[in-house]
């Protein structure tokens, strides 16, 4: 059973928290997609957002970087309030997104799909080892267009991209969706290492990629934040687990 | 291996391109050479305008959805506006005080919203407030026009007489500065009070901040001055320029077409169509209504007359060139060009419309700008999620758009009369070569330009030989786009999905 108490709880304010989602509601036209959303990512960590399809993982996302702005709730990074910001000035901020289904430029190349991403001149000259250290295949397609790549190396692109600039903060949506399973610890080796220096809100359905990489998890459910915790815990409640994902859960 | 991506890459391009080259030849084998290079001439020489609207048509709609239906009453107004400038000054020297007027009020808006940050009211004082502004501002502004004989100021003969004894012969009067002065200063005011009420004072969810207003500031004093300095030019201006070199004139004429078709597209950009991306639909009403409204207002001021713009003398000395080197020497009104005696004019569009191929390519290709907006084709939201203000890459493409239409249009005007529908044609055919190119995609609004220029030329070239009707020439291109249309159906080079 869901813990009917979880819904109204909001999670422990900390200091630390470089990110507040505090009670947000979401619209998209006249659908009311998320209904009192609140997650607190600590500075330095991985948070993992975990729940079924349409549960209202991605739009979470979207609101907090201001694609789909929230109507209601607050929205705080590093202290300032930003909802109802224009999603780049949110992103100028220091928060990088990385969309779910790939979403690279395919009409720019490799470097010009990294190049747009800069925000001081210079940005990917300084990024370009990192960059490479995680993602060696990209340095071999730099020049090459971006419908040419894989749907593996898209995916990486798109990772890389968020990258390039200073970024305090990185949103990152499914990023192991539709790839193959070595590419997915090769994913999940680039996640934990650039978390190293970034904190990342993650939203993950594979559970074994979210359990191994989420310091702690929130689980959304048709548009609200209905459980939260450390990320240990969580694996030990199978029962929770499989309630909550859904098939293709922990296995 | 990468050669043979090449090709499949350029597939659309180069297929066009041997299609074409493959007609050329038969063209050129049974047409003969000189009716064949005639032809192929004023195909280029349309194709070249063609490509001047159509450029800015495909990337207005690929990047920010919209059809523009004003983009041919943009040409005609850069049309017009070259054309006074070439003929009356007047009319543009009379009004520019005004309009830098009105921006200098309209610029207060941030600090009329930053003096005001604490004052807060209820809903129904607020609506007050502004709707009492807003009524003011535009009494105001009547009263600055108030008595300004406008059209008598744009008062043009019909074939202008610039190669007469007086360069002089088509000014007209204007008010001396100690009656006109007080109508700049009126315009301010009445920017002013229209910026207020689009301030929404006492509104506590609009805010402002100190480098906005501080921009808003500078922004204030810049136009002030030029708003001074135009009103002092107001009478020696038009004299200067009408005594100018006629040439240098032409050239000038070239620019403040552009620009005024540049200032009036941010004008549409920020006044109309930004207010409506919430309402798409509403967007391209809005540019349909605009397209009447700008015909009916020009034939308010110059009647619905076709007029004559005379050549610059550049393109005007009697004669023939033997070549295009010579002609740089001569200034020969026609060139010989492979044995066919073709206007020096109509070349100089020809390269004007390269010229700006080639701009807009590198531009495209080369700039972060060009980059932008070659993502944003693709996919706007995630361009702005990255930190880039879309909305203001949308004003700059908008008003590149518009500039280049207006460009094209008083590049037209010295062979084709200038009138209020002279735009519509373009604009149908610039449509037509969207489609056909790929919506969204300069390279295909270029080849697209090509295709229908030549398609236009050869068939009216047909139509004479054979006796046929010329409606099979303007037939023609709309047959080019169902064929494109039937093997591609996004375009040659349409990728948007």
Known sequence: MVNPEANKSSPAANQDDILRVEGIHTYIGQFHILEGVSVHVPRGSITVLLGRNGAGKTTTLKSIIGLTPPRVGKVIFEGKEIQGRRAFDIANLGIGYVPENRAIFRNLSVVENLKIAERKKGDLERKADFIFSLFPDLKRLYRLPGDHLSGGQQQMLAVARALVPDNSLLLIDEPSEGLAPILIEQMMEAIRSLSATTTVLLVEQNFIMASQLGSQYYIVDDGKTVREGRMADLIQDKKLVNEMLGVGGAK | ?497
């Open chain 2, 1 to 497: 291996m990468r050669r043979l991506s090449f090709l499949h890459e350029h597939s659309a391009m180069l297929s066009v391109l041997g299609i074409l080259l493959v007609m050329g030849i038969f063209g050129w084998a049974l047409m003969g050479q000189m009716p064949f290079v005639r032809t192929a001439l004023s195909g280029l020489t349309l194709g070249a305008l063609y490509f001047m609207v159509a450029a800015g048509l495909t990337l207005i709609f690929g990047l920010m959805d919209v059809l523009n239906f004003a983009h041919g009453a943009m040409f005609m107004l850069g049309a017009y506006m070259g054309w006074q400038f070439y003929t009356n000054p007047t009319f543009l020297f009379g009004l520019f005080p005004l309009i830098f007027a009105l921006l200098t009020g309209l610029t207060c808006g941030p600090l009329v919203g930053y003096l005001l940050r604490d004052y807060t009211a209820e809903d129904r004082t607020q609506q007050t407030v502004q709707s009492g502004l807003g009524l003011a501002g535009v009494l105001v502004g009547f009263l600055a026009l108030n008595g300004l004989d406008i059209i008598g100021m744009a008062d043009t003969a019909m074939v202008d007489m610039m190669n007469s004894a007086n360069p002089l012969a088509e000014i007209t009067p204007q008010e001396p500065l100690g009656i006109f002065w007080f109508r700049p200063l009126l315009m301010v005011a009445a920017g002013a009070l229209i910026a207020g009420a689009a301030s929404r004072p006492g509104d506590k969810t609009r805010m402002v901040s100190q480098a906005d207003a501080r921009r808003a500031g500078l922004g204030l004093g810049a136009l002030l001055a030029l708003t001074a300095a135009a009103t002092l030019v107001r009478e020696s201006g038009p004299v200067a320029v009408l005594t100018a070199d006629a040439n240098l004139r032409f050239f000038g004429a070239l620019l403040v077409g552009a620009v005024c078709g540049a200032g009036f597209g941010a004008a549409v950009e920020v006044a109309l169509i930004r207010p409506l991306y919430a309402r798409p639909i509403y967007q391209v009403i809005v540019t349909l209504g605009l397209a009447y409204v700008l015909k009916e207002t020009i034939q308010l001021l110059w009647e619905p007359l076709a007029y004559q713009m005379s050549r610059p003398p550049l393109f005007a000395q009697p004669g023939k060139a033997a070549n295009i080197f010579e002609w740089f020497v001569t200034h020969n009104q026609t060139v010989d060009v492979f044995g066919v005696t073709f206007p020096s004019y109509r070349l100089f569009i020809i390269a004007i419309g390269i010229l700006m191929l080639i701009a807009l390519g590198v531009l495209m290709k080369y700039s972060r700008f060009g980059m932008i907006i070659r993502a944003g084709v693709q996919d706007r939201q995630m361009v702005e999620a990255l930190g880039i203000n879309v909305r203001q890459v949308f004003t700059f493409v908008f008003v590149m758009g518009i500039a280049l239409a207006a460009l094209g249009g008083i590049g037209a005007s010295p062979f084709i009369p200038v009138q209020p529908n002279m735009g519509d044609a373009f604009q149908l055919q610039a449509f037509i070569v969207v489609v056909i190119g790929g919506m969204g995609s300069y390279s295909g609004a270029a080849i697209g330009a090509l295709l229908l220029g030549l398609a236009r030329a050869f068939g009216d070239y047909l139509a004479l030989k054979y006796n046929l009707s010329p409606a099979i020439a303007e037939a023609s291109t709309v047959i080019i786009m169902a064929i494109v249309l039937l093997v591609r159906p996004a375009g040659l080079f349409g990728r948007k999905e």
